[in-house]
């Protein structure tokens, strides 16, 4: 298990070309490993420029903290 942080916003195009944005939140156990768990959002964007839109406007995110790989 890798100890290298993980963006917790997460934008990928799905198998009918529409943006999805995934939230990940991590919590760490007592021995210090992440623990990860992410939840898809329903919302479909047409580009991947409106899908960090609505990143940055509803959870306040920077570009820092959206990863696209």
Do not use: C
Not at 20 to 30: D, E, G, I, L, P
Not at 38 to 47: A, R
């Amino acid at each position: 298990m890798s100890r290298t942080p993980v963006r917790p916003y997460l934008i990928l195009k799905d198998e009918a070309g529409v943006f999805r944005v995934t939230v990940r939140t991590t919590r760490y156990n007592s021995q210090g490993y992440p623990l990860v768990s992410s939840e898809l959002l329903d919302d479909g964007f047409p580009t991947q420029t409106a899908a960090r839109k609505f990143v940055r406007e509803t959870y306040k995110g920077e570009a820092v903290d959206i990863a696209t790989k």
